[in-house]
């Protein structure tokens, strides 16, 4: 175990971290891809394994989801604006409903999150087919 620590302490590079999490502010999603991702998550757990597979999971329960929608209408400082939210935003959506999360899931679930907003980022950065917006 503490060999796993000190080689992540090692590997870690905070400016890329930095550049990674700045990166989430210069990002945004409109209202329409908004609706699509949040539809697509209440899917997920539904799906056929083999489909599960192959597309990056958001660990937050339909409770959980159902919250960060009400943020993305009530929350004043990281809901939406103009009909748009930038993936930091979005990204304190997601950890601010996880936080009804067991205290033992809490960290899974919002390195998941992390993970998720950017597989976001470069899906858009590309253009490429992604199945939370198609």
């Known amino acids: 175990m503490a060999l796993h620590f000190s080689q992540l302490f090692e590997e870690y590079d905070p400016v890329e971290q930095i550049d990674r999490l700045s990166r989430l502010q210069e990002v945004s999603i409109n209202e329409k891809q908004f609706a699509q991702m949040i539809g697509r998550c209440r899917m997920y757990p539904h799906l056929p394994s083999g489909i599960k597979k192959t597309i990056p999971k958001l660990s937050l ?6 919250k960060v929608v009400n ?4 929350d004043n400082v990281f809901g939406r604006n103009n009909c748009e939210i930038d993936l930091w935003s979005l990204y ?3 950890t601010s409903a996880n936080k009804s999360s067991y205290l033992d ?8 999150a992390a993970g998720f907003v950017s597989t976001l980022v470069k899906a858009l950065d590309s253009n490429s087919e992604f199945w939370y917006f198609n």
């Open 105 to 112: 899931t809490v960290l899974d679930k919002n390195v998941n």
């Open 61 to 66: 329960s339909d409770s959980q989801i159902s």
């Open 71 to 74: 943020g993305y209408y009530k």
């Open 92 to 94: 304190i959506l997601f």
